[in-house]
């Protein structure tokens, strides 16, 4: 009973410690917007022509600072479909 409840404790405090760690990681994560080709409302293209879906705050972030490079429409957009950025 005893190594039970010693091993409860060592598996919640390796669990509690694991769940901090990955919060912490969590809210460091940022975009780099100096690797954002084209901004869009649903996402981004990379320099490389990737696509990255985007949190909204970061579209928001993005929309203020680079706005020349921000197209408040979805990158498939069939109404855009002619437009020179569109990849």
Known sequence: MRNALKNAAIIVAVGTALTVSGLANAATVAIDFGNVSVGYADGYR??????????????????????????????????????????
Not at 52 to 72: I, L
């Open 46 to 87: 990379d320099n490389n022509n990737g696509w990255h879906s985007w949190r909204t705050a970061d579209a928001s972030r993005y929309r203020k600072a680079h706005g020349d490079q921000y197209h408040a429409w979805r990158h498939d957009d069939p109404k855009h479909q002619g437009d020179a950025d569109h990849k």
